[in-house]
């Protein structure tokens, strides 16, 4: 069995903890729509399938019309619900295009700094 040098296993860590960490987002958001995340994130939004939430609908509008409020009967709430497209891309692109991305950076920088010494 070959030995993983320290790099290598730092990239395994950060790389599932990231993916551990959206997986997180992604479902809290789902279940707990609007979340303190969404809210925060406004970009998080287009990671899922939005569906028309009819229940939150129908009580919106009862409640507006109990309360004497103008509500249009046009509006409807939507829902965030699961993407696999989305999923995937929130939790393995950014990995996939982080690692290499980092990997050139350090490259570039070591290839200029190597020019200087020379």
Known sequence: ??????????????S???????????VNEII???SFVGSQVPTLHGYFHWV????ATTKAHAEAKARGRDFSERYVFQRPTFSPLGYAALAFLPVLIGWPG??????????VSQGFRT
């Open 1 to 14: 069995m070959t030995k993983l040098n320290g790099w290598v296993r730092l990239r395994i860590v950060m």
């Open 16 to 26: 599932t903890v990231w993916i551990a960490l959206a997986t997180f987002v992604y």
């Open 32 to 34: 707990n729509h609007p």
């Open 52 to 55: 028309d939430d009819l229940n």
């Open 102 to 111: 980092t990997y050139t950076i350090v490259w570039a920088f070591r290839w």
